[in-house]
């Protein structure tokens, strides 16, 4: 088959357990079409290849175009337009070398940032901070979220080093001057006055010493620190500083140089602060796993001197950035991200305007979010102990996946946070691994080894190991009889294992809806990753939910997400402002600039005109209260051409139940996020679809198999009917209790309910 150049498209999802790796390629021997392909594989396997990504990119390169690479040689770009400047490739193929020619991009999300800031395994690093504020991002903000815990323990700051800069400078806003203002003022005296961001008059009362700040990065750099993060208290408005700083420590040679002024320029110091450090914590662990993946590769695919192939990353906030504008802070949430975008864009209807909550069931844990239009996006939160000011979906996530660690402590049944991982993985994965949800799943048949990957052993072509989870399982239920007046078979202790699975995946669920004034059973469950077929239905009945949607891309829908994923950047800058008639044109001025710098970006990056999208949004606060909300204006508020003040109230009022109408509002930011569509439409929703489709009940006897599984208040069904769903036609409805099953997933039918396949998706509905 011959491949036209530029048309293979390859997203890759690196996860905690599984790396999924989603391709697309035209297909010219049936006119042009679009394949897809999908490729499962461990996230680490140390004994057959290095890097998960390189080798699932490896291999769609071999299935599409039928040369043979091989594993761990460098790919080679040379061959591409007029960059072939590199010497002949290593790899020994049995054909044309010029394979990056068919390559159009490669997009990656990856958890690497995130498990590294939740087990502490980031980047040693130094903190630069004003004099006198040594201590302000231990002593943080005073809020004690466990006030009752007689036994607090705060978690310890990333940085392990610090250096006051204090005598490098200290810049200070005018001073209050209003009734009771005793004629002097922390803020007076004698130093030069300059003009901040904001439009706040600063006082430069001491320019940083930058011979003694070299004396001090010196020592630093001597004592084996390669990463600093610099944090001016008023450098939010006023970055020249910090600027300043930031060349001094490159020249000397730090490699990670994390600036607070030009990572978020945001008023408030302390989440601002943190936000720096866990910058320089996390970028290099992120750079060193991309280094990783990028020696797969010729120097030209990281340099950014082609365009095909690009290389895209998946950010925080569900938009693509390029390898310049990836760091550790815009990655925290890159895995999850992915799977949100890709069941929004699949699931959302913009008629019937179904509120939809999207629960990811991971390897390892699993995220939740909520989609009503748009996707929720939040500024600040808190991750592992450690408050970070950067805009991330609004994900919640609970340490309960396929791979969470199954144990019995003080008479409980416990499902995580413990997580066996990919490496050894639970105990069916063949490499001496614990008990996990996974082996649960697979021992009341809601798993079956024929038909899944067959990817363990030493020879990676093995399947799933039931004798060794009944083992454990065997040994496990011993010590639990043992405490018990009657003893429970060995089903209801498996099973009793996934209910307390269910219920905590159930919790981040109903804090986004119940807990915010949501009706948690007038949503749609879309669910995905590799376990959310087999929990999905019981978890919707928990909630009172009827409709589910599962994608047939849905044990990959990270990787697939990142296929439909648009390429995003924003430009934000603080203000001082009150919002009012006199301040709305200057206002409106500073978003035209911002607005005109980001279509400009888009413009480099290859998106211009109609393909660029732009919001403009104002984070606004009513005075005296320390809550500002990131408001964007709809069609509905006020006058319909951008009234902020009309949305802010609705905001304001819709977060919080009341208004404060005495007072007036303050602008602490503004901010203008530009959106590169990377497509126009992806045609009919999937309820107008499953609403004309005639369905046409599927027969038992039209099963491939029969398996026995184990279900809630009914107990074993030992002839359970199997369905592949490569063998089910448009139109087909499953009645259940059944078992729907392709390469990558198991999908779980629970009795009574009914199952009908549309085009892309999976309908089902519960009694």
Known sequence: MVVPDRSIRICADRGGTFCDVHASYLDTDHSGERRELVVKLLSQDPNNYNDAPTEGIRRVLEMVTGEKIQRGCVLDTSKIGAFASQPE????????PGLWKKIDYIRLSTTVATNALLERKGHRHALLITKGFK??????NQSRPRIFDLNIRRAPPLYSGRRRGGRASDARRRGYRGPGWDGEGNAEGPGEIARGISGEAVRILKRPDLGVVRQDLERLYEAGYRSLAIVLIHSYTFSDHETQIGKLAREIGFTQVSESSQLLPMIKVVPRGISSTADAYLTPILHEYLDGFFKGFDAQLRDGRIKSPRVEFMGSDGGLLDLGNFSGLKSILSGPAGGVVGYALTSWDEQRKYPIIGIDVGGTSTDVSRFDGRYEVVYETTTAGVTIQSPQLDINTVAAGGGSRLTFRNGLFLAGPESAG???????YRKGGPLAV???NLLLGRLIPDYFPKIFGRSENEPLDVVASQTAFEELAGKINETQERPFDLDEIVYGFIKVANETMCRPIRALTEARGYSTGKHILASFGGAGGQHACEIASLLGIKTILIHRYSS???AYGLALADR?????????AFHSSSTRASLLTRLDKLTNNVREELARQGFEGNRVMVERMLNMRFEGTDTALMVLPNANDGDGTGDFEAAFKRVYKSEFGFLLETKTIIVDDVKVRGIGKTFDSLGESVYSEVERLERRPV???????TNSVYFDKVGRIPDTPVFLLEQLKVGDEVTGPAMIIDDTQTIVVVPGAK?????????????
Do not use: N
Request: glycine share 4%; with cysteine; aromatic share 4%.
């Open 699 to 705: 027969d038992r006897w039209e099963a491939v198999s």
């Open 568 to 576: 995003a950047f924003e430009l934000q800058e603080p203000s001082s």
């Open 438 to 440: 996974t082996d649960a």
């Open 755 to 767: 199952a009908v396949l549309s085009s892309k998706h999976l309908h089902v509905t519960l009694e």
């Open 556 to 558: 990959i829908l990270s």
């Open 135 to 140: 201590d302000l991002l231990l002593i943080g």
């Open 422 to 428: 990919a490496e050894p993985g639970p105990a069916c």
């Open 89 to 96: 490739p290593t790899c020994q193929r049995t054909r044309s």
